[in-house]
């Protein structure tokens, strides 16, 4: 009886009954790290080794064959079985079920493990210590690491008219009478933004699910945990949800910089400015601004947390800042958070300076505590 991806997940690696393999790819993510750390191993210190151990794609159970000789190269008898090559699966009928367990804990628990024996010459090492999941990251991911469902990644995606050949604009509904509308584009900053959520995620234990804005619909936000990735100029489903009040973006309509992109500072503070206005659109972008707000979500039990900038980078910094752990110390010092159950609603204003269209400072500039 094969493996499959659905007993290793609920008998080993603990996972409920209700376990999707569509959705949580633990199970495929730590078998093809295996893999991967095998064939390095063959291929450098285990060049030379008479038995190669494999896991066959689509397969989890352990295979062992004997390495056929390099052309031209007489290996010595005494290494070399004589036996014909051929994949000898670990699997008896009168006892399948022990050996898949055994095989189970060889490939999901102990992955690590092997890896690391693999590239050290087989020389067994200490149990190796995993990391501690640092405070900070723990204090402010909290909510959507121990909520029900795993959270959802809403990555920004506007909607163009035009062709790429010949020029694209952001739709306009007051002057474009239902155009052809290209959706699939999204900026630099929240493809890099994707990854560094990842990361962060990953160190948690928490897969997430990722989703483009175009395809995103309210009955996602009803029961689910929900990360918005990009500005609401772009990322349009922010506009039925709720969203920040503290500092809102909105376009100018009037001035000098009629038509650009802003942060309005609704409830100024001593010496702060009504707007900040980020690098004019027409200009290399150098300033931008971002904000972090943590709000509830559409059910009050639920968590909405918006990371967008007036452009692509601010939004990439936006996501950067809550990745690091530093500058993760740094908010809930600013937010007075000491404890979990301390971190509350919130509004957040960074600013940005960007070089080459790569952020290179960050600035936390104002932060507003909310009630709900």
Known sequence: MALKEYQIATEVLGRPAGFDPQSDSTVRVQAGRLRVKLAEYYSQEGAEDPIVVEIPKGSYTLTFHVRTPKPGVLAAPVLIPELPEKKIEIVAPDRRWAIAVVLLSILLTASFTLSAMLLSHWTPTPTLAVAPVPAAYQMFWNR????????????????????????????????????????????????????????????????????????????????????FVGSPSENLTLVDLPGTRE???????????????????????????????????????????????????????????????????????????????????ELLQRLKVSKTADLKWFEALLHVKIAHGVPVTTELIAVRNRSN
């Open 144 to 227: 959507f690491v121990n909520s029900p469902q795993q959270p959802w990644v809403i990555f920004s995606n506007g909607s163009f008219v035009g062709r790429p050949e010949t020029g694209m604009r952001y739709f306009n509904p007051a002057v474009d009478n239902h155009p052809f509308i290209l959706d699939h584009y999204t900026g630099v900053g929240e493809v890099l933004a994707i990854h560094q959520l990842d990361r962060v995620f990953y160190l948690l234990n928490r897969p997430l699910r990722v989703k483009r804005g175009a395809l995103f619909s309210l009955d996602d936000a009803k029961n689910n945990d929900l990360i």
């Open 247 to 329: 500092f809102t973006f909105q376009r100018l309509d009037s001035g000098p910089r009629k038509g650009d992109l802003a942060v309005l500072n609704v409830h100024p503070e001593s010496g702060e400015p009504r707007q900040f206005l980020a690098t004019p659109a027409n200009q290399p972008t150098v300033d931008d601004y971002a904000v972090i707000s943590l709000l509830p979500g559409l059910d009050p039990s639920r968590s909405i947390l918006i990371l967008a900038g007036n452009s692509t980078f601010g939004t990439q910094a936006a996501v950067e800042y809550v990745c690091r752990e530093d500058s993760i110390k």
